[in-house]
């Protein structure tokens, strides 16, 4: 179980610097003194020292950088990743201001020319507090004005990324161009709106992140490339850290990609330094590395998704194989539904804490699409470096890209207008479903388990069905000022009008006999 070591010092970290940032200091001591208290009961002294250590550390990180914090009304500094519209209409534009420990997030109505990654902006507007939680408790609401383009590499992977979307829009058709951007360069912005939900709504909203797949994809195509020129293991490493690192910078500065580039780094320097690299240790040293250089990251939802589905498929992944190795299957297809089962239990209780839904065809959607990911990967990095030359090369790779990123749109789309794609849901009604299907499984009833789901999902999308529009138009209406004064009907009235205020309806409401009910002065639509 050495592979456990580090296992009580990065949950400490993470815990120390989550409650720093939550509840203050003495929170975070309170947390870490657990995880201390929790070696000694197990008679680890070294554990318990070194557990104490990295969580001090860590609440001391963050209690300092939260007091650097600036509540200035106008910063000037970098655009720290792409702007992202919010669901308002307004956009986010974080601006990485020198000496300051966290980016400082500014709200505009209206985007400027040239708001791009790496760019030069001075940000200004109000102070407010923020909505969500973090080392700068502060944000602005105002306008950004753009005062230089970016730099440096900023500026060459500003041009990439251009160049390679610019390509992809003349090149490609309408179902493909906003993901294949997304998929090689993590770059969103040819997705409407509508796409990326439908890409939430069946889980492979990842797939227009960069994460640790696409950080194994590129580095494992370097190291095969290194090999079939004749490289030994050292230089099969430097060349897959290379392609990391340049992969990375074309990116930028995301939180994702942090988090799966350190990743990646951990793993090549265990290689690197001929030392056996258990999975999960490698994992918690990425946990205690990222979370003492970004405390932010302690609290990003982002983040806690990407640790639950590593550790998921590194803990469950021999288990479920050998359960469903059993059933005959292609090993292809098992491979992929086991990882895919595997993250997402591990990850959709998180799912329903942060959205109070989850997807009840994520699994099937990943499957689906998972043969395809890495060519999409692979064939459309090779097409964004063709892109910067003449000569037009992109042009066949991108023909024979195209095919595989319809077939991942086409799953989403398909996926997300199934009914009840996504249903509402509590953690613990997630972690209890899929801890009858695991133990399913292990119980050596795969076939069974499998078709048992199969049919819940089905009773739940047949059970959830919307209630059919109605047409109001022209409907002998029946106006009350209460919800119960609505009853009795008369028998003319073909709708009833509530005119009271208060939250909107979750579901249609209707009265005994059938007629609509509708609320126009409740919130929402």
């Known amino acids: 179980m050495s592979e ?29 003194g657990v995880f201390v208290v929790g070696c000694l009961i197990w008679r680890e002294l070294g554990q318990a020292v070194l557990t104490a250590g990295l969580g001090v550390a860590a609440a001391v990180t963050a209690t300092v950088r939260m007091r650097l914090c600036s509540t200035a009304a106008e910063v000037a500094g970098t655009v720290s990743g792409a702007p992202k519209q919010t669901s308002s209409g307004a956009y986010l534009v974080r601006v990485r201001v020198p000496g300051q420990p966290s980016v400082t997030p500014v709200f505009v109505e209206e985007l400027p020319d040239g708001a791009v990654n790496g760019a030069q902006v001075v940000g200004s507007g109000v102070v407010a507090e923020s909505g969500r939680p973090g080392v700068n408790p502060f944000v602005l609401n105002g306008r950004v004005e753009v005062i230089g383009p970016p730099e440096g590499l900023a500026a060459f992977a500003h041009h990439v990324r251009s160049t390679f979307a610019a390509a992809v829009e003349a090149q490609v058709g309408p179902a493909s161009q906003g993901l294949i951007p997304g998929m090689v360069l993590g770059d ?12 939430i709504d069946t889980g492979l909203s990842h797939l227009s992140a960069v994460s640790g797949a696409n950080i194994a994809i590129v580095s494992t195509f370097a190291a095969v490339a290194a090999a079939a020129a004749g490289a030994g293991l050292r230089g099969k490493i430097a060349a897959s850290a290379v392609a990391l690192l340049v992969y990375a910078a074309l990116v930028g500065p995301e939180p994702s990609v942090l988090r799966a580039s350190v990743s990646g780094l951990v793993g090549l320097v265990a290689v690197l330094s001929s030392r056996q690299a258990e999975p999960i240790h490698a994992l918690c040293l990425s946990v205690i590395g990222l979370v003492l250089v970004d405390s932010d990251l302690a609290v990003h939802y982002g ?10 498929i590194v803990a469950l992944f021999p288990l479920l194989y050998r359960a469903l190795a059993a059933t005959g299957w292609p090993d292809i297809l098992v491979r992929a539904l086991v990882v895919a089962v595997a993250a997402d239990v591990a990850t959709m209780p998180i799912v329903a804490l942060m959205a109070g839904k989850v997807s009840l065809v994520a699994v099937g959607a990943n499957v689906l699409v998972a043969p395809v990911v890495g060519p999409v990967t692979v064939l459309g990095l090779i097409a964004a470096v063709a892109s910067l030359l003449p000569g037009g090369l992109e042009v066949p790779v991108l023909w024979c890209v195209e095919p595989m990123a319809w077939w991942v749109h086409t799953v989403a789309k398909i996926g997300a207008g199934l009914p009840s794609a996504t249903v509402s849901a509590t953690p613990l009604t997630a972690v209890v479903a899929y801890g009858w299907i695991i133990a399913g499984f292990l119980a050596g009833r795969p076939r069974a388990t499998v078709c048992a789901a199969a049919a819940c999902v089905v009773v739940a999308a047949v059970m959830n069905q919307p209630a059919a529009p ?14 119960e004064e609505a009853e009795p009907v008369p028998q003319w009235a073909q709708l009833v009008v509530v005119l009271e205020s208060g939250p909107p309806k979750k579901r249609p409401v209707a009265t005994r006999q059938g007629i609509p009910v509708i609320f126009p002065n409740r919130k929402g639509t």
Do not use: K
């Open 303 to 312: 983040f806690a998704l990407s640790v639950a589905a590593t550790a998921g």
């Open 470 to 483: 109605v047409d109001y138009t022209g409907l002998r209406a029946h106006v009350v000022d209460t919800a």
């Open 188 to 199: 969103v912005n040819l997705q409407s709106a509508a796409e990326h939900q439908m890409y």
């Open 4 to 32: 456990l070591r580090l296992v009580p010092a990065a949950l400490a970290v993470w815990a120390a610097a989550a409650c720093c940032i939550l509840f203050g200091t003495w929170a975070a001591a309170a947390a870490t």
